[in-house]
């Protein structure tokens, strides 16, 4: 009886994950203010071209990420953000004065070998970008304190507790203390 219920269990997880492929309404605004009410193909990420079509059973079509300006689903938004000179459609986490957005990727990882049968992991890879006044800057654990730090100089409390006490985990929190700051 347990092993029915654990294989229903996965199998309804299994059908689950899959639904998260396919088309999900949204809207594409493009850099030149055109807008498009449409259906955009479900990505982890989002590379250079992304499809979308205007109704179920419509022809997909294709964009090219440097014509977007920002992408509005119900659950997320995606922006098109400029860094290091190459366009990066990436997931709006914080908006504000101090704006963290972010760009999650599948990286094969090391090969593993199990009862004789070799199969190769997989890590996600974020990157993420803070943006004030319209200038991108990447971010990563390394770098943390020394960028936060030049970007909150405006806000010496915050940015003192950033310098001694918070971790890169907390980034949401140090951002949302920021943009709250007076």
């Given at each position: 009886?347990?092993?029915?219920i654990?294989?229903?269990?996965?199998?309804?997880?299994?059908?689950?994950?899959?639904?998260?492929?396919?088309?999900?309404?949204?809207?594409?605004?493009?850099?030149?203010?055109?807008?498009?009410?449409?259906?955009v193909q479900?990505?982890?990420?989002?590379?250079d071209?992304?499809?979308?079509?205007?109704?179920?059973?419509?022809q997909?079509?294709?964009?090219?990420?440097?014509?977007?300006?920002?992408?509005?689903?119900?659950?997320?938004?995606i922006?098109n953000i400029?860094?290091?000179g190459?366009?990066?459609?990436?997931?709006?986490?914080?908006?504000?004065?101090?704006g963290?957005?972010?760009?999650?990727?599948?990286?094969?990882?090391?090969?593993?070998?199990?009862?004789?049968?070799?199969?190769?992991g997989?890590?996600?890879?974020?990157?993420?970008?803070?943006v004030?006044?319209?200038?991108?800057?990447?971010?990563?654990?390394?770098n943390?304190r020394?960028?936060?730090?030049?970007?909150?100089?405006?806000?010496?409390?915050?940015?003192?507790?950033?310098?001694?006490s918070?971790?890169?985990?907390?980034?949401?929190?140090?951002?949302?203390?920021?943009?709250?700051?007076?």
């Amino acid at each position: 009886m347990k092993c029915i219920i654990v294989i229903t269990i996965l199998a309804g997880l299994s059908l689950n994950a899959n639904s998260q492929y396919g088309f999900v309404d949204a809207t594409i605004f493009k850099k030149n203010g055109d807008s498009l009410n449409c259906q955009v193909q479900r990505e982890f990420s989002y590379g250079d071209l992304i499809t979308y079509r205007f109704s179920s059973g419509s022809q997909e079509k294709t964009i090219r990420a440097k014509q977007i300006k920002r992408i509005h689903t119900p659950a997320y938004i995606i922006e098109n953000i400029s860094m290091n000179g190459k366009d990066r459609l990436m997931t709006v986490v914080i908006e504000g004065k101090l704006g963290l957005y972010s760009y999650t990727v599948m990286e094969a990882g090391p090969k593993q070998v199990n009862n004789g049968v070799t199969s190769y992991g997989s890590k996600m890879k974020t990157t993420y970008a803070l943006v004030k006044n319209g200038v991108s800057t990447e971010l990563s654990e390394k770098n943390y304190r020394e960028i936060l730090g030049r970007l909150m100089d405006d806000c010496p409390s915050v940015r003192a507790f950033v310098e001694k006490s918070h971790s890169f985990d907390e980034l949401q929190y140090i951002i949302e203390s920021y943009n709250g700051c007076k």
